[in-house]
DNA sequence: ATAGTGACCATATTACCAAATGGTCACTAG
DNA sequence: CTAGTGACCATTTGGTAATATGGTCACTAT
């Protein structure tokens, strides 16, 4: 029972084009250099050598452009957290290292790469089409987990999966949710740490 | 060893004072009609009585004033949790109430009472004393709840005290916190239920 | 001494207009 | 037909001068 995502590929022309991909990589520099905002849509169409209406042929909007590196970034997020969590067996300690990895991996994005930030925190408040896919997928990791978890006897299965994934989710979005970090600076160094281990003992059996 | 709070009272002239109770009611109402920022000292002055300079005899600044608005709003909603805990002896059901109530009563300030959310989030944002003071309230209280159950036999006593209070309000904080609770809109009516669960499952010995 | 204020200052806000930007489209070159 | 663009429009944004606001202080009246 899963619809297609609002805007899944509203792409304009060719998908699998060169230019498609030299306007890409010309914003993901531009975007991470000077910002968002800063970064015009012309500058982007100089730097390609093309035309601003050229650009248009391609993306909807400077948003959709903005979707595209966002996208990209979450990407590289769950990438990370992915291998971080393939690197050992146990269910409660891959829990600890998704956890440790998100929050991280988000701080780092709005430390190190301040700029690309800016893009997270808007795709983030007008929940663009790349966030939302973003949400579910850190969700399906979620429950992966709890059910393997649940298979291997380390954690208890009385309480229904959907509820627990649900549950655990909301303890952890404040800390792999820009606009939620931003506000937890204070506690993001205890926080993995704390909260992984309270919600491990809600998982023992 | 707790130190008192850094702004315990800074306040300016006599704290009894009828008229430093005038500008507190005409403050409120201001606030409350049309917001904070829209509100000028000399507004507050006009509606007393006296000159701005006066207002000046008794608070320190705009924000002085603010923060006692804060600070009353906050009482209040710290004194209906109280009330909805106490009205119940399990701690399970304490714990319970007191999650559902500190999310219903943020959210009614934020849109009943719009103008004074303003405040809030200035207050939040600043971390303004009375805020800083209001979050070791709800810490404390917290921790008496815990302690309650432990005594009872209804939580588990191995985990440190300190620590899964700790947990506990990491978990809560993004509904209580006008700041957080604004991006969570869409959870603010399963998520008190659903944490509590998990928090609980966390606690049984 | 106490209750109270007008006049004043530095900074923040507003109001306004010019320039820049996101976005479209009819059009040309090949 | 395809690749590509200059000219154009509505809306934002940036800059700036005028105004309003937070805050102080020397001062008066009692």
Redo the contacts with the bound molecule.
């Keep these: 029972m899963k619809k297609a995502a609002p805007t899944p590929q509203p792409a304009r022309g060719?998908i699998d084009h060169e230019?498609r991909d030299q306007i890409v990589t010309a914003a993901t520099e531009h975007f991470s250099r000077y910002g968002y905002?800063?970064?015009?849509?012309?500058?982007l169409?100089k730097a390609v050598?093309?035309?601003?209406?050229?650009i248009?042929?391609f993306f909807?909007?400077?948003?959709a452009i903005g979707e595209m590196i966002c996208a990209n970034c979450l990407r590289e997020i769950e990438a990370e957290v992915m291998a971080a969590i393939a690197e050992t067996d146990q269910p409660s300690e891959k829990l600890r290292r998704m956890f440790k990895g998100f929050t991280e991996a988000t701080l780092r994005l709005l430390f190190r790469d301040r700029k690309l930030y800016e893009i997270a925190a808007s795709a983030a408040t007008e929940r663009w089409a790349a966030v939302v896919a973003y949400e579910e997928r850190v969700q399906a990791l979620l429950k992966e987990i709890l059910q393997e978890g649940r298979q291997s006897g380390d954690f208890e299965r009385k309480t229904p999966l959907d509820e627990t994934a649900a549950a655990i989710y909301l303890v952890m979005r404040p800390y792999f949710n820009p606009l939620l970090l931003q506000h937890s600076f204070d506690y993001t160094d205890a926080a993995p740490g704390q909260l992984s281990g309270l919600v491990l003992r809600s998982l023992s059996p």
């Design positions: 060719p230019v905002e800063k970064t015009t849509v012309s500058d169409a050598g093309f035309s601003k209406a050229y248009y042929k909807e909007s400077k948003q």
